[in-house]
């Protein structure tokens, strides 16, 4: 009798109410989401074992994930191709006061890329938070149809915009930009090449000020969803209160929403960072952006072949030093997600694009 | 009094500040997404050579499309690589990010764990990364090629085994779109009323019918969100095989053949658009409107039912009478009548 009692509890454990309620069911579930979780972080995983192998270790059939010596000179090379840290900090040890004094002529392109990015994403932030809302609180002309304009913007491919605004800035530059420039340096730059935009973050940052960067209308619903989601009751007593528009904006909104301003910020950091795409198209030249540097990296690597250490004139490339380098270029964007890992996953549900 | 001068507040100029925090946005839109997206399409039936004063557009007709399809060598295959990618992709995406959604969605511990480690690549995802990532070879996980049932395959047709193998080679590349997709399905789940799911389990209802009968019914909005997200994530990354020639084409042709460049986008991005339609019209959820309208009309249909009913009743009874009324004159008047014919007869 007991013993068949046992058999049914026993049953019952292992099969479960439904098929993920068991211990079978769950051994399942949880064997699939390691195996997944497995597969999504290999990559990764590989790139930090072989950014430390040497090279003698990457052509050992004996060694596979654990280098047989810890070793750093990966990292030193990717830092050299990739332009990292301030140049001049390489001589730190014969001429400190220079080199110190050199981080503030050239402060390296990593510096130079989070001081764009983040000019980048924060008027990107601004511009999302301004739009999202116009479309939350106000009934005005035409509301659905720009609304459905804003969800548009996204599904068009960029390349299909992509002449007209190069022409675009093209005749910027030549009706307003050289001349701007000769009065203000021409005096003593005479003859010089001069920069063109697009050697500068400027078609970027115009894209950007009037609302079309990298994925703005995601951020702009996002923008639009938190809004909605305030109560109305607020926004009239202020306005009872004698409070104009922008001061509605500003005191009421604003201020609640800084949680939410954060994520749209991250988000917008993260895009501008990856976006290749518009760092190609309107910034290819001389353009600090560590993910388009290391888009280049084969080049650069043969470029100053010479000059790198431990290599002395034998220009040889391999895998460790581009893993090093990917690793390089990712820190950053990985520090950032193990800080704000949950203000990500909240912002996507946030954009209610699943509600509507 | 008081009440008037509210009112005023609330509608005076809500169209002025409306459009004045709409401004920055609005101008950008115009300039740089609603006019180039014409222009472009404008483009394409022109040359366009760069002088002094700007680009000069010359009417050409077709001939830069002419020129891509039936001139150019690289276009063509790459168009159907680009096509194939999106086919296998984008189902592949939905499907694999489903099925782990759903897995989160049971009550497993770690959850918030594994959707970190699920949601990570979204935050380092781009095409130099990716591309260093496969040249260095440390995305292919498991060597298909080595299997024995893959040998098998190969044998009976070898194309299919391409297939397969692009399919398993690439599978950590499809399985890093899936970041973002995962955390819609899994809100779009949570959103499911959990009162359907008992009501169905009391009927009996196991969980594979659950799955068929009311998930994947109700899912299918945020399928097609993720459906549009993936096909547009798909063609701007660095990794499909066309966006190397369209980069190229645009910095390329820069000087003197811009006109030529915007068929190959006009063409590439025709493609694109074509896939989010056909995202759309396969997944846009019409089953709810069916439902309603359906009632609608079955209670109309009922009412018209009864109304015809009742008419044919008052029909039948009128007849009814009518035909007694009829009967019995006739029953009178052939009392009447027989009498006089049996007589003359």
């Known amino acids: 009798m007991t013993a068949k009692l046992d058999l049914k509890k026993l049953k019952k454990k292992l099969m479960g109410h439904s098929a993920t309620q068991g211990w079978i069911g769950k051994g399942i579930v949880y064997a699939l989401l390691i195996g997944v979780s497995y597969i999504f972080l290999y990559p990764l995983l590989r790139m930090i074992s072989m950014s430390f192998l040497t090279q003698i270790d990457l052509v050992n059939p004996e060694v596979g994930w654990i280098p047989t010596q810890l070793n750093f000179t990966n990292y030193v090379v990717a830092n050299r191709v990739l332009g990292l840290l301030p140049p001049s900090l390489a001589n730190f040890a014969e001429a400190p006061i220079q080199a110190i004094l050199g981080i503030f002529r050239n402060g390296g392109n990593l510096w130079k890329s989070l001081k764009n990015i983040t000019y980048l994403a924060v008027v990107q932030t601004i511009i999302a938070s301004l739009t999202g809302f116009a479309f939350a609180r106000y009934n005005f002309k035409f509301k659905k149809f720009w609304f459905v304009m804003v969800l548009l913007s996204f599904v068009i491919p960029l390349p299909m915009v992509t002449i007209p605004r190069i022409m675009i800035i093209s005749r910027l530059q030549d009706s307003i930009w050289i001349p701007f420039y000769d009065t203000i340096r021409g005096t003593f730059l005479e003859g010089m090449l001069k920069p063109t935009l697009f050697q500068t973050l400027m078609p970027q940052s115009t894209f950007t000020l009037f609302g079309q960067g990298i994925n703005s209308a995601i951020l702009i619903l996002i923008f639009y969803n938190f809004f909605k989601m305030i109560p109305i009751s607020l926004d009239e007593a202020a306005r009872i209160d004698g409070a104009s528009s922008p001061q509605v904006f500003w005191h009421i909104y604003v201020k609640l929403v800084v949680p939410i301003i954060i994520t749209v910020f991250l988000f917008s950091f993260v895009w501008n960072w990856n976006d290749i795409y518009s760092a190609t198209m309107y910034y290819s030249a001389n353009n600090p952006l560590i993910v388009l540097r290391l888009s280049q990296f084969d080049s650069q690597f043969s470029d100053l072949a010479g000059a790198i250490p431990g290599q002395a004139g034998e220009a040889r490339i391999n895998e460790a030093y581009k893993m090093a380098a990917t690793f390089i270029s990712m820190i950053p964007l990985f520090i950032i997600y193990l800080v704000a890992q949950r203000k990500f996953i909240e912002g996507i549900e946030r954009t209610g694009m699943t509600g509507e | ?345």
Request: hydrophobic share 50%; net charge positive.
């Open chain 2, 1 to 345: 009094m008081k009440r008037k001068r509210q009112k005023s507040v609330f509608s005076k100029n809500t169209n002025l500040n409306a459009y004045l925090f709409l401004m920055p946005w609005l101008i950008g839109f115009i300039i740089f997404v609603a006019y180039p997206f014409l222009y472009t399409m404008f483009l394409s039936l022109n040359s366009v050579v760069k002088n002094i004063t700007g680009w000069a557009n010359t009417y050409i007709g077709l001939t830069n499309f002419e020129v891509l399809f039936f001139r150019n060598t690289a276009f063509n295959p790459l168009i159907i690589d680009f096509i194939v990618v999106e086919l296998t992709y984008v189902p592949a995406i939905i499907i694999l990010a489903f099925i782990l959604s759903m897995l989160l969605n049971t009550n497993i511990k770690f959850r918030a764990g594994f959707r970190m480690i699920y949601f990570f690549p979204v935050v380092v995802l781009s095409g130099p990364v990716m591309t260093q990532l496969i040249s260095a070879d440390s995305t292919s996980t498991i060597d298909v090629t080595e299997i024995i049932i893959f040998r098998m395959i190969e044998n009976y047709s070898p194309f299919l085994a391409d297939m397969l193998a692009s399919i398993f080679n690439n599978f950590t590349l499809i399985l890093w779109f899936t970041g973002i997709p995962i955390i819609l399905f899994m809100n779009g789940l949570q959103k499911i009323n959990s009162q359907m799911i008992e009501a169905a389990q009391i009927d009996g209802a196991n969980s594979w019918q659950i799955l068929w009968k009311i998930t994947i019914p109700n899912i299918k909005s945020t399928a097609l969100v993720v459906a549009i997200f993936s096909v547009v994530q798909i063609a701007i990354f660095e990794v499909n095989p066309i966006y190397q020639f369209v980069v190229n084409t645009i910095r390329d042709n820069y000087a003197s053949g811009l006109g030529f460049a915007a068929a190959v986008v006009l063409v590439y991005s025709f493609i694109v658009l074509l896939f989010v339609g056909i995202a759309f019209f396969l997944l846009k959820e019409r089953d709810n409107e069916v439902y309603e309208e359906s009632l609608r009309e079955r209670q109309k249909r009922n009412l018209e039912k009864m109304q015809k009913m009742q008419k044919r009743q008052n029909e039948e009874t009128f007849k009814d009478g009518m035909k007694r009324i009829w009967n019995q004159t006739k029953t009178i008047f052939k009392k009447k009548e027989v009498t006089p014919h049996d007589s003359e007869a």
